[in-house]
C-alpha cells in the first residue's frame, strides 16, 4: 500500500512541480529543480524524521519515473505548443499528490510505531515539505499557506488513516475510498474556495 501511495504522488506531484516552473519561466536548471523538490522533497523529509534511508536513494523507480514524466512534458511543450500552465491540470495533479503522499506519510509513521501526534505530523510533512521547500526557493509564498483545505486535508487523511488502523480497517480498499474521496474535497474546496477562519486583525 505504501509503495502505490508513494508512486502516485511522486507522478503526480513531478506533473505540479513541472506545471509551477513554466509558470515561473523558469530555465531547465530550475524546471528540474522544481520537478525534483515537489516530487521528493516530503518524502526525503519524512524518511530522515523516521530515521529511514530515504526511498528515492535506495530506489531507482522514482528517479526514473521523475526524468522519463520530466522529458516527455518538455517534449510536448516544445512540439505540440500545448498549454502546459492550464489550472485544472495542476489542480488535479496537486490534489492527486497530496492526498497520495497524506497516505504514505502515515503508513510510515504507523510503519515505525508512532502515536497520532506522529502520524498526523508525517502525513503532514510529507504531503506539503516539497511544495515549501520549492516555493521558498522560487520566492513564492508557499502554496499550502494561501489556499484553504490544503494541509488540513493532509492532517485530516493522517487521522483518519490511525482510526481505520485503530479498528483493525486499514487495508487497500479502505485506504483507496479515502484517496478518491478527499481528492474530491480537495478539487471542491479550491473551486468553492473553502478556507479555513482567518484570525481577526
Do not use: C, Q
Not at 158 to 182: P, Q
Amino acid at each position: 500500500m505504501f509503495e502505490i501511495a508513494e508512486y502516485i504522488g511522486i507522478i503526480a506531484f513531478s506533473i505540479s512541480g513541472f506545471l509551477v516552473a513554466v509558470r515561473n519561466k523558469l530555465d531547465l536548471l530550475g524546471v528540474l529543480i522544481s520537478t525534483f523538490l515537489t516530487a521528493f522533497g516530503g518524502g526525503l523529509i519524512r524518511d530522515v524524521i523516521a530515521n529511514k534511508t530515504p526511498y528515492t536513494f535506495t530506489h531507482t523507480t522514482p528517479g526514473t519515473l521523475v526524468i522519463i514524466l520530466m522529458l516527455a512534458m518538455i517534449i510536448f511543450k516544445t512540439h505540440k505548443k500545448a498549454n502546459l500552465e492550464n489550472r485544472a491540470l495542476f489542480i488535479i495533479s496537486d490534489s492527486i499528490g497530496l492526498v497520495s503522499f497524506s497516505i504514505s506519510g502515515a503508513l510510515i509513521a504507523l510503519n515505525v510505531g508512532y502515536n497520532l501526534t506522529g502520524i498526523m505530523a508525517l502525513s503532514f510533512i510529507t504531503a506539503v515539505g516539497g511544495g515549501i521547500t520549492r516555493d521558498v526557493i522560487i520566492n513564492e509564498v508557499p502554496f499550502v499557506f494561501k489556499t484553504g483545505f490544503y494541509g488540513t486535508i493532509a492532517l485530516i487523511v493522517g487521522l483518519i488513516v490511525f482510526i481505520l488502523n485503530m479498528l483493525n480497517f486499514l487495508n487497500f480498499f479502505t485506504l483507496l475510498i479515502v484517496f478518491i474521496i478527499f481528492i474530491i474535497v480537495r478539487i471542491i474546496a479550491f473551486y468553492r474556495n473553502w478556507s479555513i477562519p482567518l484570525l481577526p486583525h
